[in-house]
């Protein structure tokens, strides 16, 4: 049997273990990336580790999560990650350069290599042949340290393409939607989504990145294009084709499982407020009136798209009741619609110009109106995360949203008449890296500046034999790391201060969670299916560390997340039984004891539960480790892990 793209590049850069469904696997990783709301921690990790220079031989620590400057604490954070990028070797992106993963994708991505990042997109990267994943930021700081990277070995599911798209109505975004509506946000787990088939060809690179961006939301360990012709034109007209090389799956390449998705029968669809996975015809919305109307994000602002938007735009007015705002994914793509008129034309029509940057994808400014209907073009709309609790936001194509902003409610892009020019692919991109700071040859000089914000990471403590907690906590299915730890303007410039940010803690669900954590001590949270979905913030794990939370309970737990537990301590437990869920309830206390005998491989864990009016239960949890996530345990997390191996040296 022949090989996929995905077992191409993994064979290529492993290290240790065997590929083979669900074993630990240890690679090789060529590049990383941070952004500022997860790379504070990362750079903080590396002084920790006493780390002189960054073993990996590309880093990038881009600026682009927390640029609304309300006060001194995100420059703060800014200036500290160009010190340290400085310092340890990394490339740093200057604020409003762009997002993290346009601007990899355009820069800096090579098809064959493996890149992590501290950031749940990464897999954007997917889009260019590469395998990129996802990670929390002590993963990212130790692989930057020289450690491997371990992964369980994903399955593969082919996404065979056929036909071609009927754009400009239906979009890549709508092929991802599909994904979403067939599966769900769970139903990526351990999995890899391969696009293979005829319909491949007919999507341009761009397109290719929009689908593996937005795989994120499937709970998959990442998404993969072939590297072809497209991919070689690409990088060409980012005068980058000298990294290219062809990486096609065998004719007789063996999947695990088989999507078949026709590009021509798609339909416009949208993602209903609160879940990615909520995905409907646009058709079945008709009608609703729309408030607000967001273009942009890492899912949907290159160029093209861009340019296809202004092209919708020209010539009209954005609708009374309406607030458009757009957001370039990077400055090659702002500079682009500029010098072509695409920004004259979106202005004109009375849309809102922002900077090359997240912005109001997390809640960074652009907050809707209360109980606002908010139009996306981005990839998660969980509740709370524009920053208005009872805000609606619905997720779609840029096409389909440049519509709605014209008409004032939501409309179905094939009733409107879109007398347009399709914009082409660019022969050449305007290239200036002027925003990108390379680093000194030696940077042992360099003096990192700290301000009064950013706070020494908390350490966790060596596993001990025996929990005995209560719970606080009894969640339902698909709780979010924006659930666990809350983004928005508020609470993000607290990325660089663990005691700070620990107060917001599952501040939306309860409001007294920090002080009911505070008074135990020590606590277990239960949740149901795909706990900790969505984002990589490891903010999610550090901050209920400090709080004392020992385990996690629950049916199912999201990959990178579950990473992020173990990487601090805390035990990612699930249920043998399912049926369990409904034993256990919030305010039980509950007791495990016999942690230090587990072993690598797969723990039966006896708990007992006490009662409210003091009933007993037992119920039997399960724990699966590979042996390196076992050491970090015991060790209180891996970065007392990662401390310990280098004083054995
Ligand atoms: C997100 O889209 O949720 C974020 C903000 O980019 C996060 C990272 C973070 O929380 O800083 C992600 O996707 O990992
Ligand atoms: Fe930024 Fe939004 Fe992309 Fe996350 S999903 S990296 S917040 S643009």
């Given at each position: 049997m022949g090989d996929s793209v995905t077992y191409k590049i993994l064979k290529e850069h492993l290290v240790a273990g065997e590929i083979s469904k669900g074993k630990p696997i240890s690679l090789k990783i060529d590049q990383v990336l941070t952004q500022d709301a997860t790379g504070t921690m990362v750079y903080?990790?590396?002084?920790?580790?006493?780390?002189?220079?960054?073993?990996v031989p590309v880093a990038v620590a881009y600026i682009d999560h927390n640029t609304l400057q309300t006060s001194f604490r995100n420059p703060d954070d800014h200036i500290f990650l160009q010190t340290s990028a400085a310092k340890y070797g990394a490339i740093f992106s200057r604020p409003g350069n762009g997002i993290c993963h346009q601007l990899h994708l355009e820069r800096f991505g090579v098809p064959g290599a493996t890149l992590i990042g501290s950031d749940s997109h990464t897999p954007t990267g997917g889009g260019l042949g590469m395998i990129s994943m996802g990670t929390g930021g002590l993963d990212v700081a130790a692989v930057m340290a020289g450690e491997n990277y371990e992964v369980n070995t994903p399955e593969v599911v082919e996404v065979r393409l056929s036909g071609k798209l009927n754009k400009p109505y239906v979009m890549a975004m709508d092929v991802i939607l599909e994904v979403l509506r067939l599966i769900g946000v769970k139903g990526g787990l351990g999995k890899v989504f391969e696009y293979t088939g005829s319909g491949v060809s007919y999507l341009s690179l761009t397109e290719r990145a929009t689908i593996t961006n937005m795989g994120a939301e499937l709970g998959a360990t990442t998404s993969v294009f072939p590297s072809d012709g497209e991919t070689k034109r690409f990088l060409k007209a980012q005068k980058r084709d000298n990294v290219w090389k062809e990486i096609i799956a065998d004719d007789d390449a063996g999947y695990d499982s088989l999507i078949e998705i026709d590009?021509?029968?798609l339909e416009?669809?949208?993602a209903k407020p609160f879940s990615p996975g909520s995905v409907?015809?646009?058709?079945?919305?008709?009608g609703t009136p729309v408030d607000q109307v967001c273009i942009g994000s890492c899912t949907n602002s290159s160029y093209t798209t861009l340019a296809l938007v202004a092209n919708i735009l020209k010539g009209n007015r954005v609708a009374e009741n309406v607030s458009l705002t757009v957001s370039p994914g990077s400055k090659q793509a702002f500079s682009m619609i500029s010098s072509d008129g695409s920004l004259?034309?979106?202005?004109?029509s009375g849309a809102r110009i922002l900077e090359s940057v997240c912005g109001p994808c997390i809640g960074m400014g652009q907050a809707p109106k209360s109980g606002g209907v908010s139009i996306r073009t981005f990839n998660r709309n969980f509740k709370g995360r524009s920053g208005t609790d009872d805000a609606q936001v619905y997720l779609c194509s840029p096409v389909s949203a440049a519509c709605m902003a014209l008409k004032g409610e939501i409309i179905d892009p094939r009733d409107f008449s879109l007398d347009i020019n399709m914009p082409t692919e660019p022969e050449e991109f305007i290239i200036n890296d002027n925003m990108f700071i390379f680093p000194p040859k030696d940077g042992i000089d360099v003096e990192v500046i700290k301000g009064p914000n950013i706070k020494p990471i908390p350490l966790g403590e060596n596993l001990a034999d025996k929990i005995d907690a209560k719970i606080l906590l009894k969640l339902e299915d698909n709780?979010?790391?924006?659930?666990?730890?809350?983004?928005?303007?508020?609470?993000?410039?607290l990325r660089?201060?663990?005691?700070?940010i620990s107060e917001f803690v599952f501040s939306g669900i309860d409001k007294d969670f920090y002080k009911r954590a505070k008074k135990f001590g020590s606590s277990v949270i239960v949740g149901a299916e795909n706990y900790g979905q969505g984002s990589s913030r490891e903010h999610a794990a550090i901050a209920p560390m400090f709080l004392g939370i020992k385990a996690v309970i629950a049916k199912s737990i999201a990959r990178i997340h579950r990473k992020n537990l173990i990487n601090y301590g805390i035990l990612p437990l699930l249920f043998k039984n399912s049926d369990d869920y409904a034993k256990c309830n919030a305010d039980d206390n509950v007791q495990i004891v016999g942690l230090t005998d587990i072993?690598?491989?797969?723990?039966e864990v006896i708990c007992k539960i006490v009662h409210d009016d003091g009933a007993k239960d037992e119920i039997a949890l399960v724990l699966e480790i590979s042996l390196r996530e076992k050491s970090i345990l015991e060790q209180g997390g891996f970065l007392p892990y990662i401390k310990g191996k280098q004083k054995k040296g």
């Amino acid at each position: 049997m022949g090989d996929s793209v995905t077992y191409k590049i993994l064979k290529e850069h492993l290290v240790a273990g065997e590929i083979s469904k669900g074993k630990p696997i240890s690679l090789k990783i060529d590049q990383v990336l941070t952004q500022d709301a997860t790379g504070t921690m990362v750079y903080l990790q590396l002084e920790a580790m006493g780390i002189d220079k960054i073993k990996v031989p590309v880093a990038v620590a881009y600026i682009d999560h927390n640029t609304l400057q309300t006060s001194f604490r995100n420059p703060d954070d800014h200036i500290f990650l160009q010190t340290s990028a400085a310092k340890y070797g990394a490339i740093f992106s200057r604020p409003g350069n762009g997002i993290c993963h346009q601007l990899h994708l355009e820069r800096f991505g090579v098809p064959g290599a493996t890149l992590i990042g501290s950031d749940s997109h990464t897999p954007t990267g997917g889009g260019l042949g590469m395998i990129s994943m996802g990670t929390g930021g002590l993963d990212v700081a130790a692989v930057m340290a020289g450690e491997n990277y371990e992964v369980n070995t994903p399955e593969v599911v082919e996404v065979r393409l056929s036909g071609k798209l009927n754009k400009p109505y239906v979009m890549a975004m709508d092929v991802i939607l599909e994904v979403l509506r067939l599966i769900g946000v769970k139903g990526g787990l351990g999995k890899v989504f391969e696009y293979t088939g005829s319909g491949v060809s007919y999507l341009s690179l761009t397109e290719r990145a929009t689908i593996t961006n937005m795989g994120a939301e499937l709970g998959a360990t990442t998404s993969v294009f072939p590297s072809d012709g497209e991919t070689k034109r690409f990088l060409k007209a980012q005068k980058r084709d000298n990294v290219w090389k062809e990486i096609i799956a065998d004719d007789d390449a063996g999947y695990d499982s088989l999507i078949e998705i026709d590009l021509s029968k798609l339909e416009p669809l949208v993602a209903k407020p609160f879940s990615p996975g909520s995905v409907v015809p646009i058709k079945e919305l008709k009608g609703t009136p729309v408030d607000q109307v967001c273009i942009g994000s890492c899912t949907n602002s290159s160029y093209t798209t861009l340019a296809l938007v202004a092209n919708i735009l020209k010539g009209n007015r954005v609708a009374e009741n309406v607030s458009l705002t757009v957001s370039p994914g990077s400055k090659q793509a702002f500079s682009m619609i500029s010098s072509d008129g695409s920004l004259t034309s979106m202005i004109d029509s009375g849309a809102r110009i922002l900077e090359s940057v997240c912005g109001p994808c997390i809640g960074m400014g652009q907050a809707p109106k209360s109980g606002g209907v908010s139009i996306r073009t981005f990839n998660r709309n969980f509740k709370g995360r524009s920053g208005t609790d009872d805000a609606q936001v619905y997720l779609c194509s840029p096409v389909s949203a440049a519509c709605m902003a014209l008409k004032g409610e939501i409309i179905d892009p094939r009733d409107f008449s879109l007398d347009i020019n399709m914009p082409t692919e660019p022969e050449e991109f305007i290239i200036n890296d002027n925003m990108f700071i390379f680093p000194p040859k030696d940077g042992i000089d360099v003096e990192v500046i700290k301000g009064p914000n950013i706070k020494p990471i908390p350490l966790g403590e060596n596993l001990a034999d025996k929990i005995d907690a209560k719970i606080l906590l009894k969640l339902e299915d698909n709780i979010s790391t924006d659930d666990i730890m809350p983004a928005g303007g508020k609470v993000l410039p607290l990325r660089s201060n663990i005691p700070a940010i620990s107060e917001f803690v599952f501040s939306g669900i309860d409001k007294d969670f920090y002080k009911r954590a505070k008074k135990f001590g020590s606590s277990v949270i239960v949740g149901a299916e795909n706990y900790g979905q969505g984002s990589s913030r490891e903010h999610a794990a550090i901050a209920p560390m400090f709080l004392g939370i020992k385990a996690v309970i629950a049916k199912s737990i999201a990959r990178i997340h579950r990473k992020n537990l173990i990487n601090y301590g805390i035990l990612p437990l699930l249920f043998k039984n399912s049926d369990d869920y409904a034993k256990c309830n919030a305010d039980d206390n509950v007791q495990i004891v016999g942690l230090t005998d587990i072993l690598d491989g797969v723990n039966e864990v006896i708990c007992k539960i006490v009662h409210d009016d003091g009933a007993k239960d037992e119920i039997a949890l399960v724990l699966e480790i590979s042996l390196r996530e076992k050491s970090i345990l015991e060790q209180g997390g891996f970065l007392p892990y990662i401390k310990g191996k280098q004083k054995k040296g």
